[in-house]
């Protein structure tokens, strides 16, 4: 298994989404949550399962529930790199720059 990192605004968006899902409802909240540790984990446990999307860049939607959501992430060194908690249906790789910002904190 690798050892994750989550980029500072990708933090900022996964506590965002669960913020909103909250306000609607606990248990949503809650689900939205499960999808995605339990996501993480699978790509923690095999980092190239999910297919890649730009450059090295792979991505994973937060299926069924929640697939307008989507995990972007990179392996760097060793670790899984979250780049972003991105909603699908927004600015298309407005996260590009993320990634040298990671390769250089992590």
């Given at each position: ?18 913020g909103h899902y909250l306000m609607i409802d606990q248990a949503l909240a809650e689900s939205f949550n ?73």
């Open positions: 298994m690798k050892p994750w990192r989550i980029h500072p605004a990708a933090q900022t968006e996964l506590e965002e989404a669960a499960h999808h995605y540790l339990t996501y993480r984990q699978q790509i923690c446990e095999n980092p190239l399962l999910f297919n890649i999307r730009a450059g090295i860049v792979r991505r994973v939607n937060l299926t069924p529930r929640f697939g307008e959501y989507y995990i972007a992430y990179m392996l760097w060194h060793e670790n899984v790199v979250i780049l972003a908690i991105a909603h699908a249906k927004r600015i298309p790789y407005y996260w590009r720059h993320r990634i040298s910002e990671s390769k250089q904190m992590f």
